[in-house]
């Protein structure tokens, strides 16, 4: 993200494990998140897949680049996966050879086993000032689309860029928005052009957690607020994030590109800042992601976009220690690494939400029946549908998590039933995770118990 985004006059407006809502208008209103790396303490890859897969609604992520390893640890989970290459990459990408080169490395390998749906060409070039970047940054996503063509997965993977809201020279009031000149023409408008061509959507970062001050903290957090008037339109906004919305849509249009979609690439608001930051904490950040998700995936759209939903991607998964910047910088995350959220903001599924810290939790009482703690283990429901059962074995083996003992001739093997299988290997992942509720979800087909399953050699 690029926090050093344009700064913001009195009431200025400017604007990555789904929930899908019917398509109204434009892309289809999804939440997504951004799954950032940049710490020493997160989880494995696999890990997290497998996690957003079972104990969470989310269905999309963007990778910050093209891992192999965190491309194939979305493998066989059906999440939509968005890599990126990197912006020193972005020249040599201009060479089909390089392109061709660069997509045998890192895309077709890994696909259609994990369903990659998108590659964004660096991030918020425009905003880093390099010449270079910035005269390679079209010629390059071309390149890459020709490249997709000859390999036969253009209808499969979309090329497309994100920005941040400094592409804009003029952002209040909305309907006012303009991108800079120069950028416009010899950048802007040549890109824009080729995301009609081939369908892809115009990705933007906006973030009103950087655009507010204390007297416009209720209109960036979605709050009751007396409003925002844009004189030109008569219109009133009530939040920010759509008089954000509406100046990119505003300076799209000037140029003649009102038809190209926009998805929200970042967007978020971090539960912990510095003393001098406004609305830093988990009640703040809780506020901004829930009402983000209700807003962009209700059909309402924005005043000069209406009855649309965007695609939208929060950042972020995780909070990252290594981050550089202000406290606020290491604190977007919905989940810590041990993947415990940070605060609920409506992601889990129901039965994993009996872990969620809140703003000020309070001592919790434990009953005399429970055991004590590392005493519980992870069965199968009563009633749990068999092939439902025998996906989560597949799933927990297919990770690489030790399943010999319930093969043919392990401690476990017998009774050889799929129930009696799946309780051990759904153990073994609820162990391995921490022996957290939500581990223990399977799509609701597992259940956390005192009672301790083992028998004779096989042990729990």
């Not at 490395?105 to 000032?129: H, M």
């Not at 509406?246 to 539960?271: H, N, Q, R, Y």
Request: aromatic share 10%.
């Amino acid at each position: 993200m690029d926090k050093a985004q344009i700064p913001l006059p009195t009431f200025t407006i400017l604007l990555l494990v789904v929930v899908s809502i019917s398509l109204i208008h434009g892309s289809e209103g999804s939440i997504g998140v951004n799954y950032g790396t940049v710490a020493n303490n997160l989880p494995p890859p696999t890990h997290v897949a497998h996690f957003l897969l079972e104990s969470t609604i989310i269905n999309r992520v963007r990778l910050f680049d093209a891992d192999p390893k965190m491309i194939r640890a979305f493998a066989h989970t059906g999440i939509a996966v968005t890599v990126t290459v990197p912006n020193d990459q972005i020249p040599y990408l201009t060479k089909l050879n390089f392109a061709e080169q660069w997509l045998k490395n890192n895309i077709q390998p890994y696909t259609p086993a994990t369903n990659i749906v998108r590659i964004l060409v660096g991030n918020e070039i425009l905003s880093t000032a390099s010449k270079l970047l910035i005269a390679s940054l079209v010629p390059a996503m071309q390149t890459l689309h020709t490249a997709l063509v000859g390999a036969s997965l253009d209808r499969r993977i979309q090329v497309s860029t994100p920005h941040s809201l400094g592409i804009l020279s003029s952002s209040s009031p909305p309907s006012s928005g303009k991108f800079h000149q120069g950028y416009d023409i010899h950048v802007l408008k040549p890109l824009l052009s080729f995301l009609r061509a081939t369908k892809s959507p115009f990705l933007i970062n906006p973030y009103p957690f950087f655009g507010c001050s204390p007297e416009t903290l209720d209109y960036a957090l979605f709050r009751p607020n007396s409003g925002v008037f844009d004189e030109n339109t008569k219109i009133v906004y009530t939040n920010m994030l759509d008089g954000q919305l509406d100046a990119v849509f505003s300076a799209m249009k000037l140029l003649g590109f009102d038809d190209v979609e926009i998805v929200i690439a970042e967007t978020g608001w971090p539960s912990k800042g510095d003393s001098s930051q406004v609305g830093v904490d988990s009640q703040s950040a809780a506020d901004y992601n829930m009402k983000l998700m209700r807003h962009v995936t209700s059909g309402n759209g924005t005043p000069l976009m209406p009855n649309r939903t965007f695609e939208t991607y929060i950042f972020a998964l995780f909070n990252e220690d290594l981050k550089q910047g202000p406290t606020c910088e290491r604190n977007f995350g919905l989940f810590h690494p041990n993947m415990t959220p940070v605060y609920d903001v409506g992601i889990l599924r129901s039965t994993a939400r009996s872990s969620i810290p809140t703003s000020n939790p309070t001592p919790k009482v434990e009953t005399p029946q429970r055991a004590p703690e590392g005493k519980r283990w992870c069965v199968p429901k009563t009633g749990a549908d068999i092939e439902a059962l025998q996906r989560n074995i597949d799933y927990v083996c297919g990770m690489g998590f030790n399943c010999e003992a319930i093969q043919e001739g392990g401690s476990c093997f017998l009774p050889n039933t799929v129930r009696a299988h799946a309780a051990y290997a759904m153990n073994v992942y609820y162990q391995a995770m921490g022996r957290h509720d939500y581990a223990c979800d399977f799509i609701q087909t597992g259940a956390v118990t005192d009672l301790d399953p083992s028998y004779g050699k096989c042990k729990y």
